[in-house]
């Protein structure tokens, strides 16, 4: 164990002396710094708009006045995603998707205002956050820094100095890895402290937990992830004998795993999984409820079969003389046929895009980077996953909504109700979910990053031996 | 302290070492003499098991190189043509990095005496050895075996490029290596310096010991004249 932390602290004292590598550090902690700064204020920014618009709308739904129920159901509910205090850290899907959405009775609205159209084209590439340069900045700098560690040692000599000290190609090897992942993951460490500290600033205790666990497990997966990266830049260093051709191979590794493959992923999942349109999408609702599905039978006999049954139970042959308003109680049950059929379709819809990224996830087992990506997100509580819990939890809180007022348009003691009922309505609040529940779904990207090094550590262990020593 | 027993190293068709056999006991310095390409080190390569021999074994105090459970590699040093050392580290620091790693950790006062006895100036050694000449790397480079404690200590070509008081100073401290009972296998080019420190004198060519004398039994002119009939 000595040995290695010697040479930890002998090539850390190295490359601190290096004018290159300190310029380098100097432009790595300020980006870093400069990266979370940004993105906290732009956190702050959005918060603070969405904040503002949430609390206008719930003024407005709350003052609407005495008003008849169905047309308050009609008027409906504005809901706003808070944003997620790590997408800041790892904005992930959230540029591309919308973020408020309107709750009306009948039909459920897709969410709109969508971040990145508000943004200049290039922006709309991908912004320059923490996550992008963890995941994408700091492993080319790794490669930068460490591509010659071994070859260096090698061609001018100093390599046979050192293993007839002693120490074994392995033991170098394995230090060297250590110093370059220790380095980087030393960055991530500074700029996830400030991070907590602003965090800690801005919520207090709520919720620091949570927060908390999920740094610290972003650190573990870093940690892991610049392991890979520094394994086999310097495994690759010890191989090779001609620098630059080293290097062109590394920054083409680099090139097809961090740029290419995600693209080429993404577009092979978009053609093999092709996602319908919103028209089409409401086609087949329309065409769903006409005909029924499974052991739903077409709407019209539906509501038939209800005013029937409706008034068979209570012995009337006329609607109007159920002993409560019919409309609510009929409104009501073709709401909830209208949500059979919706939730029909948006589970087509949802396995379509979870068919679209699962190619990207599969090939997160050959793409480190891939996983990384996806870990990252799902961490910071900005995949596509989060966002369909936003979707679903605005879902139930407006099918809520709107039983309590179809409840209210049937049984209550007005048509209208007054204007205080509004105040007995809850607030909609999302609730995020726990990391457990955030990781869970990131099983194979788990399994990728932890089967990479532990494949990356046996290469290092028992590889090395079979690497021409000078 | 060296046993070397038919050895042989061949690279593909070439047979760069043919059954080589030589001892080097503990205060004896074996200089081996011969032209680029004779074999000399790619004897020091087998001998530090950098490379695995064809044929043939050496054995250092009675342990055999490449055995996995031998500790061949604690009793013996090496001092290259130029000592490549880390040019942003200081002497010290250099000294202070390469025992750790041979597993000695000692206090700055006792690297010092090290870098002292092999005679590189004290103001020498806070600096950065990336401003050192190539003798005060050679001398960092006999500091680093003297911290070690090695039995057996490997120079190939040692001298070569030294100017000739750097030369003398480092023959000197040769010939002490010896006097306190190390074993020294030396490859170079130079005559006189191998007549000078040398107990042993070795002629290589084509992989193979031509000739293998003791110094009492010849002198510089004579050593010429045979090396120059032998190449």
């Known amino acids: ?470 | 302290m060296l046993q070397i027993v038919d050895l042989n190293k061949k690279y593909g068709d070439f047979h760069s070492l043919k059954n080589l056999n030589l001892i080097v006991n503990p205060g004896e310095v074996f200089c081996l003499l011969g032209q680029n390409g004779a074999g000399k080190t790619t004897t020091i390569n087998l001998c530090l098991g950098f490379i695995p021999p064809t044929s043939g074994y050496i054995k250092i105090d009675g342990e055999q190189v490449n055995d996995k459970s031998s500790s061949v590699s604690s009793k013996v040093a090496y001092i290259p043509e130029v000592v490549m050392l880390y040019g942003n580290l200081t002497g010290l620091e250099n000294l202070d990095f390469f025992s750790r790693l041979a597993g000695f950790k000692y206090a700055n006062s006792q690297l010092e005496s090290f870098l002292s006895e092999a005679n590189l100036q004290k103001e020498a050694h806070a600096k950065r050895v990336g401003g050192y000449s190539k003798g005060m790397r050679q001398k960092v480079g006999i500091a680093i075996a003297l911290a070690k404690n090695a039995k057996l200590i490997f120079m190939d070509e040692p001298t070569s490029g030294l100017d000739p008081k750097a030369t003398d100073e480092f023959s000197k401290i040769v010939l002490r290596l010896g006097e306190q009972g190390k074993a020294v296998l030396m490859a170079t080019h130079d005559i006189f310096n191998a007549v000078n420190i040398g107990t042993h004198i070795g002629i290589m060519k084509d992989g193979q010991l031509i000739h293998s004398l003791q110094n009492s039994d010849i002198n510089p002119n004579q050593l010429q004249k045979l090396y120059l009939e032998t190449i």
């Open chain 1, 1 to 470: 164990m000595n040995k290695y932390w010697n040479i930890i602290r002998y090539e850390w004292l190295l490359l601190r002396r290096d004018r290159a590598f300190a310029i380098l550090f100097g432009f790595v902690l300020v980006l870093s710094l400069y990266t979370i700064f940004v993105g906290y204020k732009k956190y702050q920014y959005v918060k603070q708009q969405r904040e503002q618009a949430a609390s206008k709308q719930r003024k407005l739904f709350l003052n609407q006045g005495e008003v008849n129920a169905h047309m308050a159901a009609h008027y409906g509910y504005i809901v706003v995603k808070p944003s997620s205090l790590l997408s800041f850290v790892d904005p992930g899907v959230e540029p591309y998707t919308g973020t408020t959405i309107r709750l009306e009775a009948h039909q459920q609205n897709d969410p709109v205002f969508v971040p990145a159209s508000g943004q200049s084209s290039l922006i709309r590439f991908g912004e320059l956050s923490f996550g992008l340069l963890l995941q994408v900045i700091f492993p080319l700098l790794i490669i930068f820094s460490s591509y010659r560690s071994v070859i260096n040692d090698r061609e001018n000599g100093t390599l046979k100095l050192l293993l007839s000290q002693g120490v074994s190609l392995r033991t170098l090897i394995l230090g060297k890895v250590l110093t370059y992942t220790m380095i980087y993951l030393f960055f991530l460490i500074i700029s996830v402290l400030i991070y907590a500290l602003l965090v800690k600033m801005e919520i207090g205790t709520y919720a620091w937990d949570q927060i908390l666990y999920r740094l610290l497990f972003m650190i573990l997966i870093y940690f892991l992830y610049y392991f890979i990266i520094a394994s086999i830049t310097v495994f690759l260093s010890a191989v090779y004998n001609s620098s630059s051709a080293l290097l062109v191979t590394l920054l083409a590794l680099w090139f097809v795993f961090s740029i290419i493959m995600p693209k080429a992923t993404a577009n092979f999942g978009a053609q093999y999984a092709p996602l319908q349109s919103k028209q089409s999408f409401n086609k087949s609702m329309v065409e769903a409820s006409k005909t029924g599905i499974d052991n739903l039978p077409p709407i019209e006999e539906y509501k038939q079969h209800f005013r029937d049954s409706l008034m068979k139970a209570y012995h009337v042959t006329d609607l109007k003389d159920l002993p409560f308003r019919s409309s609510g109680v009929l409104m009501q049950a073709d709401e909830t046929y209208r949500n059979v059929i919706y939730d029909h379709a948006f589970g087509g819809y949802k396995d379509t895009i979870r068919l679209q990224n699962s190619i990207a996830t599969f090939s997160s087992l050959l793409n480190p980077f891939q996983a990384i990506k996806n870990l990252s997100m799902a961490i910071c509580a900005s995949d596509v996953e989060h966002h369909f819990l936003f979707l679903e939890q605005g879902e139930k809180y407006r099918r809520k909504l709107v039983a309590e007022l179809n409840h209210q348009d049937a049984y209550g003691e007005h048509e209208d109700v007054s204007k205080d009922y509004f105040h007995r309505i809850p607030d909609f609040s999302y609730q995020s979910p726990s990391i457990a529940w955030s990781i869970a779904r990131r099983k194979l990207e788990l399994t990728s990053i932890g089967l990479w090094s532990v494949i990356l550590l046996g290469l290092l262990i028992s590889g090395t031996l079979f690497i021409k020593k000078i």
